[in-house]
């Protein structure tokens, strides 16, 4: 059983990275900021984690991790590529429900690299499978599950950004028409070869 105030501790330090990632960019945020808005000792945040680095990746951990929960399971029929829109979906969702934290990581500027270990993650997490269900060499499958998080990313970072004015319904048909051709092209390239 994990120790309450251990618990504690760790939502303090985890919420003072919260407030202060959205006021500063990463690098300008020290342990000291993070120590005072906690309310806790530079000792004790060292006993939590090993570096600023360590409490980030806490986060990144977790997104992906939630990411990939919703992302695997499965259609009806195990086939997404006959249900194209069911990851669009699924991240929508994701999205409207999840804490703005991780809209913010996923969409900032200053945190990129942050979102590009939640996006290394969750391909690592995906790429065994497409490979199994698309019968799919292991480099196709990374080459899939890359391109498909990068464009669906790029898609959404633009859309949550205000940075193309589109209805959620015509975000969503794009998205999807965009990704299945393009999946469709690479399944159709690895038949041929």
Same mark, same amino acid.
């Given at each position: 059983?994990?120790?309450?105030?251990?618990?504690?501790?760790?939502?303090?330090?985890?919420?003072?990275?919260?407030?202060?990632?959205?006021?500063?960019?990463?690098?300008?945020?020290?342990?000291?900021?993070?120590?005072?808005?906690?309310?806790? $000792? /530079?000792?004790?945040?060292?006993?939590?984690? =090993?570096?600023?680095? #360590?409490?980030?990746? !806490?986060? +990144?951990?977790?997104?992906?991790?939630?990411?990939?929960?919703?992302?695997?399971?499965?259609?009806?029929?195990?086939?997404?590529?006959?249900?194209?829109?069911?990851?669009?979906?699924?991240?929508?969702?994701?999205?409207?429900?999840?804490?703005?934290?991780?809209?913010?990581?996923?969409?900032?500027?200053?945190?990129?690299?942050?979102?590009?270990?939640?996006? $290394? /993650?969750?391909?690592?997490?995906?790429?065994? =499978?497409?490979?199994? #269900?698309?019968?799919? !060499?292991? +480099?196709?499958?990374?080459?899939?599950?890359?391109?498909?998080?990068?464009?669906?990313?790029?898609?959404?970072?633009?859309?949550?950004?205000?940075?193309?004015?589109?209805?959620?319904?015509?975000?969503?048909?794009?998205?999807?028409?965009?990704?299945?051709?393009?999946?469709?092209?690479?399944?159709?390239?690895?038949?041929?070869?």
């Amino acid at each position: 059983m994990t120790d309450r105030r251990v618990v504690r501790t760790n939502q303090a330090l985890r919420a003072a990275f919260r407030k202060l990632a959205q006021q500063y960019p990463y690098h300008d945020i020290t342990v000291q900021q993070l120590t005072d808005e906690a309310n806790i $000792n /530079r000792k004790t945040f060292y006993l939590h984690f =090993d570096s600023i680095d #360590d409490l980030a990746e !806490s986060f +990144t951990t977790e997104i992906a991790d939630q990411l990939l929960t919703l992302l695997l399971q499965a259609p009806a029929d195990h086939e997404p590529l006959e249900h194209p829109g069911i990851w669009a979906q699924r991240l929508g969702e994701f999205f409207d429900e999840a804490p703005a934290f991780y809209t913010f990581i996923l969409t900032s500027d200053d945190y990129s690299f942050l979102s590009r270990r939640v996006k $290394n /993650r969750v391909a690592e997490g995906m790429a065994a =499978d497409f490979q199994r #269900d698309y019968q799919l !060499s292991a +480099t196709d499958a990374q080459i899939g599950v890359n391109f498909l998080i990068d464009s669906t990313m790029t898609l959404f970072r633009l859309y949550i950004t205000k940075q193309i004015d589109l209805s959620k319904s015509a975000f969503r048909q794009r998205l999807v028409a965009l990704n299945l051709s393009g999946m469709q092209g690479l399944l159709a390239l690895t038949k041929q070869n």
